[in-house]
Nanobody, 125 residues
Framework: QVQLVESGGGLVQAGGSLRLSCAAS????????MGWFRQAPGKERVFVAV????????YYADSVKGRFTISRDSAENTVHLQMNSLKPEDTAVYYC??????????????????WGQGTQVTVSS
């Protein structure tokens, strides 16, 4: 079973950048779909980005498309989320998630069975 640990969150001004990392332990990412979700205070956890293991295809929420990039570092068994042009509305706890295989409903929280503990991202105006 994969265990996930996020890092890289923090406080940044609007327009700035942050790079989140999700490190896996227990086994490699091979065969796992890796996703990022976020949860703002008082709101539901929502999809941000996902990377398909088989061909490296990536998908993004409309709200982050063109600003965020999900990538994988096989050597370090780590998935990253590069976040550029950050906005105050990006403020949330960001969670890394994993599931075996691919689901066409990759944007749904219930489709992932492995979660990290989350890392706080705060964007000031």
């Amino acid at each position: 079973q994969v265990q996930l640990v996020e890092s890289g969150g923090g406080l940044v001004q609007a327009g700035g950048s942050l790079r989140l990392s999700c490190a896996a332990s227990g086994r490699t990412f091979g065969g796992y779909t890796m996703g990022w979700f976020r949860q703002a205070p008082g709101k539901e956890r929502v999809f941000v980005a996902v990377r398909r293991w088989s061909d490296g295809s990536t998908y993004y929420a409309d709200s982050v498309k063109g600003r965020f990039t999900i990538s994988r570092d096989s050597a370090e068994n780590t998935v990253h989320l590069q976040m550029n042009s950050l906005k105050p509305e990006d403020t949330a706890v960001y969670y890394c998630a994993a599931r075996t295989g691919w689901s066409g409903r990759y944007h749904e929280v219930s489709k992932y069975n492995i979660w990290g503990q989350g890392t706080q991202v705060t964007v000031s105006s």
